[in-house]
């Protein structure tokens, strides 16, 4: 899956095995450490992993940044499908195992 | 959404040490190692001092030329404790070592094994137990494969678990072991005959002791050039080849003081960071002697340009850019997340901005107008001085 398209609202994501990240003021860091690189995600893009990596599917990030960031549903409901597309393409995250998302 | 930097973690190619040991398999249960020596010696360094044991006359010559005033032979009058030698009852592994093999970094199955029975160790536990403690050992000279590029000391491979780390090179293999209080112990084997190649393999070893024992101290130890002047430090982070030993030969012709061009500490202090000298170095002279840690002023992180300007950037790009310039620890995904905290820490208070720089020093009058701690004409009052700054 590398385009926003293929992400279904209720897919559930989280960051894959050698990525490390930390919040960082608004923005965050992240540790590739298999390409090896380090990301910086800007405020928005922070808290859609931070959401991911808590376990939260795509429809309920997009529902959080929507109040988050005083922006309308279905435009954050796109962007959070966008960026996790982003994400997983750059090696971030990877899709969860249906077992540990109790879907 | 996102900007990239380049990592600059030492990853080792698989499987770990077939290039360097004979029995890399085996390694550490053998081989096997006696004390090479009764000498000892304590190193100054920041979040130290490296207690030292088990060296023979030669190697603690050498070891006290290398590192200068860092060096505090066991027996020099004026050192801050004894030595004690080294017993032959305590020459075995001590039996509070936590031998699990875990967490492999590039696919080995975690195992667990008992504390190998004759391995010699010269444990005696001094008082007080230095946060560092390395003991050198000498190896048969079967153990290690003949280097096949000779003179060259500086290639080696890590394997970093959980609580141990192992390092193999030409000549030498150690094991490092995090004890409770992010205390460690080492153990370095050499081939006793070796003379020429200790140096080297030894301050490989403590290169990555620093780093490990710096990020259990609240700090890091961060590839950048550090700058001093009125009693405050700036760094300059950057990769190899981004122009620190540049940026710091300058530093030297405007009088101002230079802790590092290659390798320096960052460490927590009150109300903010610190950074200190290591006697590690690239292109100039390594410091000579310890110096108090002087307070943080400004993080720049080094893009060469054709133009010269500093472009404010955040905490975030900062701890970014300092965790690519973290050696061994950015790529030991057990410690990864530790540092990230530490630099969120020490760095999310300091200035930081990307300084874009030719190499003419063009730059040095925009540091000084912009408000930082360097100044804008040769001061001569440098914070720290290093023994290449006082030979310029």
New interface residues.
């Given amino acids: 899956m590398t385009g926003s398209a293929a992400f279904g609202g209720g897919d559930a994501y989280r960051p894959r095995?050698?990525v490390?990240?930390?919040r960082?003021?608004e923005?965050?860091?992240?540790?590739r450490?298999e390409?090896?690189?380090?990301?910086?995600?800007?405020p928005?893009?922070a808290r859609v992993l931070e959401l991911l990596a808590g376990g939260e599917p795509l429809d309920a990030v997009g529902a959080k940044l929507a109040a988050e960031f005083e922006v309308a549903p279905a435009a954050a409901a796109a962007d959070a499908r966008a960026?996790a597309a982003?994400l997983e393409s750059?090696g971030v995250i990877e899709p969860a195992p249906e077992a540990e998302t109790g879907r | 959404m996102h900007d990239r930097v380049l990592l600059t973690g030492a990853r080792a190619p698989a499987p770990f040490a077939a290039s360097f040991l004979t029995r890399p398999d085996r390694f550490p249960d053998e081989p096997a190692g006696s004390p090479c020596g009764d000498l000892a010696a304590d190193l100054l360094l920041p979040a130290g001092p490296y207690r030292v044991r088990g060296l023979d006359a030669a190697q603690l010559g050498r070891i006290a030329r290398r590192f200068g005033g860092f060096c505090v032979p066991g027996d020099a009058p004026g050192a801050a404790h004894r030595f004690l030698p080294l017993g032959d009852g305590d020459r075995r592994v001590a039996d509070d070592v936590a031998v699990e093999i875990g967490g492999h970094d590039r696919g080995g199955a975690p195992s667990r094994t008992a504390p190998p029975a004759g391995r010699p160790a010269p444990v005696r536990p001094c008082d007080p137990e230095p946060p560092v403690a390395l003991d050198v050992l000498a190896a048969p000279p079967r153990s290690f494969r003949r280097s096949v590029t000779p003179g060259w000391h500086y290639s080696f491979d890590l394997d970093a678990g959980p609580e141990r780390v192992r390092l193999a090179g030409w000549g030498f293999c150690a094991l490092l072991e995090r004890r409770a209080g992010g205390r460690w112990r080492a153990g370095l084997w050499v081939a006793p005959g070796d003379r020429r190649g200790f140096l080297g393999s030894f301050v490989n070893l403590l290169r990555v002791l620093a780093a490990y024992r710096l990020l259990d101290a609240g700090g890091a130890l961060l590839h950048s050039a550090a700058v001093a002047d009125r009693g405050a430090g700036t760094l300059f982070v950057g990769r190899s080849g981004a122009g620190k030993s540049t940026v710091a030969r300058q530093a030297l012709a405007r009088g101002l003081g230079v802790l590092s061009d290659e390798l320096a500490a960052l460490t927590p202090a009150p109300g903010g960071a610190a950074v200190s000298a290591l006697p590690f170095a690239g292109d100039l002279e390594p410091a000579r002697r310890p110096a108090p840690p002087l307070p943080l002023a400004r993080v720049l992180l080094l893009a060469q340009a054709r133009r010269d300007a500093l472009v404010p950037v955040s905490a975030a790009q900062a701890v970014a850019a300092a965790a690519a310039c973290a050696p061994w620890i950015n790529a030991d995904r057990h410690r990864t997340g530790a540092l990230l905290d530490n630099l969120g820490r020490l760095l999310g208070a300091v200035p930081a901005a990307r300084l874009e720089f030719t190499r003419d020093g063009g730059f040095w009058p925009l540091l000084a107008a912009s408000g930082g701690t360097i100044s804008s004409e040769r001061s001569g009052a440098a914070g720290a001085l290093t023994e290449a700054e006082a030979a310029a």
């Fill in positions: 095995r050698d490390r990240f930390r960082i003021g923005e965050a860091v992240v540790v450490q390409a090896p690189e380090v990301l910086v995600l800007n928005v893009g960026f982003e750059a």
